[in-house]
């Protein structure tokens, strides 16, 4: 029958080895028949969770009525409450999926499965954003079925699936759903597709919504023989730091070939592909700068640098005070916030008679960090010599050396945290 899909479902998760879900149930269609459909699923672990924006006035009541049909379906139900405050400038759809996903990615246990209700008709709308963005052949993907998240999985096992035929199922089962006011708001791009624009390509190409996910699907496929290939040539060009990539082999590679190499070591390394000018300011900026240049290109969650040749990719840099001064008195692991890091004790496990002693114990255990002008005498090194000296000679990058942590006993310079020591 058109408004049963478990038996279109249920293989999809006879493949699978994992057998617990969550599933991100906002109280809408889409994720209300996802949750029902899997309810009907055997021999699975399934609970629910709901995400509470704080956006909009009518939410405390969804998060009920949420609560409610998990309580009638016997689901394990929890909520995670984000009363979120957009920042000027920023796109309210952007700033709330980000905040969604990073609670849900908190919430999914080991191995879990997280599911999402998408459909086909998201789908479409996904791919014409990409499309009117200028996005590239990832982009174009769209949204794939299955893909790795957080400590498990992401799965939308919905995605063949019509909202029509979604909204069978809800009539045939006598669904209660929320409606979002929100969702009729044509400020909002893909409210404008989904009202104003794709009723239109549907009334001139009946089939466009099965026609155009079917392409975002051949993109995708396109995408990941693109993404095995390119994996296997990056390793021509890697640096001589693990995790970074060598400035001259870029520089020797074609344009296309080096963008595209930039563009997967970037998405393999966990970040943001970043937008098609911001990836020319890499090339420009970071690649083709001076060797005495520091150049650092930005873009949301990452930045770009450049140093002894290699490039690196990291998460932008926190604010830090390097002019704290820190007491420890090794009864228990530091924690260094402004770094988000934990110096521990059990380093300093070689220390331990030198510093129980009285004279040790009344001078102190203190954690600098580099003002310029220090000097040690590192462990098989026949004199002291600037610490500036040892990181060069160490490749240590100029954007971490103010934030290595600097052990002090009195005075004395005993040890740069990770990096090198006097002999104790």
């Given at each position: 029958?058109?408004?049963?899909?478990?038996?279109?479902?249920?293989?999809?998760?006879?493949?699978?080895?994992?057998?617990?879900?969550?599933?991100?149930?906002?109280?809408?269609?889409?994720?209300?028949?996802?949750?029902?459909?899997?309810?009907?699923?055997?021999?699975?672990?399934?609970?629910?969770?709901?995400?509470?924006?704080?956006?909009?006035?009518?939410?405390?009541?969804?998060?009920?009525?949420?609560?409610?049909?998990?309580?009638?379906?016997?689901?394990?139900?929890?909520?995670?409450?984000?009363?979120?405050?957009?920042?000027?400038?920023?796109?309210?759809?952007?700033?709330?999926?980000?905040?969604?996903?990073?609670?849900?990615?908190?919430?999914?246990?080991?191995?879990?499965?997280?599911?999402?209700?998408?459909?086909?008709?998201?789908?479409?709308?996904?791919?014409?954003?990409?499309?009117?963005?200028?996005?590239?052949?990832?982009?174009?993907?769209?949204?794939?079925?299955?893909?790795?998240?957080?400590?498990?999985?992401?799965?939308?096992?919905?995605?063949?699936?019509?909202?029509?035929?979604?909204?069978?199922?809800?009539?045939?089962?006598?669904?209660?759903?929320?409606?979002?006011?929100s969702n009729a708001d044509l400020r909002f791009d893909r409210n404008y597709?989904?009202?104003?624009?794709?009723?239109?390509?549907?009334?001139?190409?009946?089939?466009?919504?099965?026609?155009?996910?079917?392409?975002?699907?051949?993109?995708?496929?396109?995408?990941?023989?693109?993404?095995?290939?390119?994996?296997?040539?990056?390793?021509?060009?890697?640096?001589?730091?693990?995790?970074?990539?060598?400035?001259?082999?870029?520089?020797?590679?074609?344009?296309?070939?080096?963008?595209?190499?930039?563009?997967?070591?970037?998405?393999?390394?966990?970040?943001?592909?970043?937008?098609?000018?911001?990836?020319?300011?890499?090339?420009?900026?970071?690649?083709?700068?001076?060797?005495?240049?520091?150049?650092?290109?930005?873009?949301?969650?990452?930045?770009?640098?450049?140093?002894?040749?290699?490039?690196?990719?990291?998460?932008?840099?926190?604010?830090?005070?390097?002019?704290?001064?820190?007491?420890?008195?090794?009864?228990?692991?530091l924690p260094i916030e402004s770094l988000g890091i934990e110096l521990k004790?059990?380093?300093?496990?070689?220390?331990?008679?030198?510093?129980?002693?009285?004279?040790?114990?009344?001078?102190?255990?203190?954690?600098?960090?580099?003002?310029?002008?220090?000097?040690?005498?590192?462990?098989?090194?026949?004199?002291?010599?600037?610490?500036?000296?040892?990181?060069?000679?160490?490749?240590?990058?100029?954007?971490?050396?103010?934030?290595?942590?600097?052990?002090?006993?009195?005075?004395?310079?005993?040890?740069?945290?990770?990096?090198?020591?006097?002999?104790?």
């Amino acid at each position: 029958m058109k408004h049963d899909l478990l038996a279109a479902v249920e293989p999809l998760f006879t493949i699978l080895e994992q057998r617990s879900f969550l599933v991100a149930y906002s109280g809408g269609l889409d994720s209300h028949v996802l949750l029902h459909l899997m309810s009907r699923v055997p021999d699975i672990k399934l609970r629910a969770i709901h995400i509470d924006h704080g956006l909009q006035q009518a939410s405390p009541w969804w998060g009920r009525h949420c609560r409610e049909i998990c309580s009638e379906l016997d689901i394990p139900f929890e909520q995670a409450s984000l009363n979120l405050q957009v920042p000027d400038g920023q796109s309210l759809e952007a700033y709330a999926r980000e905040a969604r996903y990073q609670a849900l990615a908190k919430a999914l246990n080991k191995n879990e499965v997280l599911l999402t209700g998408h459909h086909q008709n998201d789908q479409v709308e996904t791919l014409l954003i990409q499309l009117l963005r200028g996005a590239g052949g990832a982009g174009l993907a769209a949204m794939p079925m299955m893909s790795g998240f957080a400590l498990g999985s992401h799965m939308r096992p919905l995605l063949n699936f019509t909202r029509e035929q979604l909204e069978d199922y809800a009539d045939h089962y006598k669904l209660s759903y929320v409606e979002d006011g929100s969702n009729a708001d044509l400020r909002f791009d893909r409210n404008y597709l989904r009202h104003q624009i794709i009723p239109q390509l549907v009334e001139h190409w009946p089939g466009c919504v099965r026609t155009l996910s079917r392409a975002a699907l051949i993109q995708g496929e396109t995408q990941r023989l693109l993404d095995f290939y390119v994996a296997q040539d990056v390793e021509m060009v890697v640096g001589s730091v693990e995790g970074t990539l060598s400035v001259d082999a870029l520089i020797q590679c074609e344009p296309v070939r080096r963008r595209a190499l930039l563009r997967y070591w970037i998405s393999a390394s966990g970040f943001q592909a970043p937008s098609s000018k911001k990836l020319q300011h890499v090339v420009s900026d970071v690649l083709f700068s001076a060797e005495d240049a520091m150049p650092c290109v930005q873009w949301s969650g990452a930045e770009v640098r450049r140093f002894h040749g290699n490039v690196y990719i990291m998460a932008p840099l926190s604010e830090h005070d390097a002019k704290q001064v820190l007491f420890w008195d090794l009864q228990a692991d530091l924690p260094i916030e402004s770094l988000g890091i934990e110096l521990k004790a059990d380093v300093l496990a070689e220390w331990k008679t030198k510093l129980s002693t009285e004279s040790s114990l009344h001078t102190g255990l203190t954690v600098r960090f580099r003002q310029g002008g220090e000097v040690m005498h590192p462990a098989g090194r026949n004199k002291s010599i600037p610490l500036k000296q040892i990181f060069q000679q160490l490749a240590v990058p100029p954007w971490l050396r103010q934030r290595i942590p600097l052990l002090y006993l009195g005075d004395e310079l005993i040890m740069a945290y990770g990096v090198c020591q006097v002999e104790p």
